[in-house]
Nanobody
Framework: QVQLVEFGGGLVQPGGSLRLSCAASGSAFAIVAMGWYRQAPGKQRELVATISSGGSTNYADSVKGRFTISRDNAKNTVYLQMNSLKPEDTAVYFC?????????????WGQGTQVTVSP
């Protein structure tokens, strides 16, 4: 079992920045990848960015060049630095961890943190 707790959401003006953090506890040694997803009202949850245990990253086209995902393996924490925020970035952001149990990877989710980009 892995527990994920997110921090850092809030209200920011367009063009501003926010940094999200997600701390993992429990069987964090079995985490093979972590990431951030978001869900806007009336829309499906979508991938924002992921990072593997080795540091390989992947970003949604809509956030490339503006968002940066990073990971501190010693602290079992993943970060999402969000710059040049736009109103369309408004959503609930969820932390995700892919945890290897035997030969199968299971997904764990945080409770979500609201990010609102508005004048």
């Amino acid at each position: 079992q892995v527990q994920l707790v997110e921090f850092g959401g809030g209200l920011v003006q367009p063009g501003g920045s926010l940094r999200l953090s997600c701390a993992a506890s429990g069987s964090a040694f079995a985490i093979v990848a972590m990431g951030w997803y978001r869900q806007a009202p009336g829309k499906q949850r979508e991938l924002v960015a992921t990072i593997s245990s080795g540091g390989s990253t992947n970003y949604a086209d809509s956030v490339k060049g503006r968002f940066t995902i990073s990971r501190d393996n010693a602290k079992n924490t993943v970060y999402l630095q969000m710059n040049s925020l736009k109103p369309e970035d408004t959503a609930v952001y969820f932390c995700n961890a892919a945890v290897l149990q035997g030969l199968v990877a299971y997904n764990y989710w945080g409770q979500g943190t609201q990010v609102t980009v508005s004048p």
